[in-house]
């Protein structure tokens, strides 16, 4: 399985990114993606997650403005942000999973599968 981001970026505060993940190896529409972010020395955070039928969660600091969307024919994940602010510069790091969602779906321990993440820097 590889999962390969891009799309990270420096960007001025209000300003926008759109991230990519492209995945090969798996069953991509069977699986839970997600979007999940690091700050050094603090925990691994879920941003943003989707199911395979489309269903999404987000973290409370990220609704309206940030939106996951997945493209099974292309086997990718995206994540759009929106009116982004300096809490959001983190290393970005897309994921899968054979996710319960039944609330532990953005616990990183749902996530068997991980990129190598992408920075994302807001100024």
């Known amino acids: 399985v590889q999962l390969v981001e891009s799309g990270g970026g420096s960007v001025q505060a209000g300003g926008s990114l759109r991230l990519s993940c492209a995945a090969s190896?798996?069953?991509?529409?069977?699986?839970?993606m997600g979007w999940f972010r690091q700050v050094p020395g603090q925990e691994r955070e879920g941003v943003a997650v989707?199911?395979?039928?489309?269903?999404?969660n987000y973290a409370d600091s990220v609704k309206g403005r940030f939106t996951i969307s997945r493209d099974d024919a292309k086997n990718t994940l995206y994540l759009l942000m929106n009116n982004l602010k300096p809490e959001d510069t983190a290393m970005y790091y897309c994921?899968?999973?054979?996710?319960?969602?039944?609330?532990?779906?953005?616990?990183?321990?749902?996530?068997?599968?991980w990129g190598q993440g992408t920075q994302v820097t807001v100024s």
């Open positions: 190896g798996l069953d991509f529409s069977n699986y839970c």
């Open positions: 994921a899968a999973g054979n996710c319960l969602w039944e609330g532990s779906e953005r616990s990183p321990e749902s996530y068997q599968y």
């Open positions: 989707i199911s395979g039928d489309g269903r999404t």
